[in-house]
């Protein structure tokens, strides 16, 4: 069936870059997403990559995936203290099904000053 | 423009009750979804409703029930509430099609 790992947590220094890995099972996937959750918010998209690219760059978020090994990655470079939050891996399940994500656990990342 | 609006931020119910979640999606957007979000089970879909029909279900008991109005905000609803169903609810919308969902600041039900 679909599923989504996530590794739960990661700690990092201040100006250090952070990678944050994901794998998924479904090769039908259309999109992959990366959502960042801080405490007591809702999910804020900060980047999504089609399953027919290797790699997206948007400013400090650098988002690689391996298709064939079902792993993606979001880098962050200099990561800042209010980069602290909880990221979210999650596919798509194939066209016609854009409303339905399947989620990661969640990787909370902590950075020290 | 406005984002997703979730109401109310927070709630309180008792076992047995039951309860409305309203969402108004992103201006233009026509797919509204909702999430269930608790600590031990993580993030979990429940249905997405698209032009006023749900267009897909998660895996959860007939308690749980939603609608979309013509003007695309929707509502959820829990019946006979149990104290499992304590959690944060995330409505989330889009364009439909390949576009990307944008979710709400959720309401958080707490069951006693």
């Known amino acids: 069936g679909e599923d989504v790992e996530q590794s739960l947590f990661l700690s990092v220094r201040e100006g250090d870059s952070s990678v944050i890995n994901c794998t998924y099972t479904?090769?039908?996937?259309?999109?992959l997403y990366w959502y960042k959750q801080e405490p007591g918010a809702g999910l804020q998209l900060l980047t999504y990559?089609?399953?027919?690219?290797d790699m997206k760059q948007d400013q400090r978020l650098t988002v690689l995936l391996n298709k064939k090994d079902k792993h993606l990655s979001l880098r962050i470079a200099d990561t800042q203290t209010g980069d602290s939050a909880i990221y979210f891996c999650?596919?798509?399940?194939?066209?016609?099904?854009?409303?339905?994500?399947?989620f990661g656990q969640g990787t909370t990342l902590q950075v020290k000053p | 423009k406005a984002g997703v609006t979730q109401t109310p931020r927070y709630l309180i119910k008792t076992r047995g009750q039951q309860v409305t979640l309203s969402c108004s999606p992103i201006?233009?957007?026509?797919?509204v979804s909702w999430y269930q979000q608790t600590p031990g089970q993580g993030l979990q879909f429940l249905f997405e409703y698209f032009s006023e029909t749900q267009r897909n279900k998660g895996n959860f008991p007939g308690r749980f029930s939603g609608r979309q109005f013509s003007n695309s905000r929707s509502e959820m609803n829990v019946s006979t509430l149990e104290l499992g169903d304590s959690a944060l609810y995330l409505c989330?919308?889009?364009?439909?099609?390949?576009?990307?969902?944008?979710f709400g600041n959720g309401t958080r039900l707490t069951v006693t």
């Open positions: 479904d090769s039908s996937s259309t999109y």
């Open positions: 201006s233009g957007h026509r797919s």
């Open positions: 989330a919308s889009s364009l439909g099609g390949d576009s990307p969902l944008h």
């Open positions: 999650a596919e798509s399940t194939g066209s016609g099904n854009t409303g339905k994500l399947i």
């Open positions: 990559i089609f399953s027919n690219m």
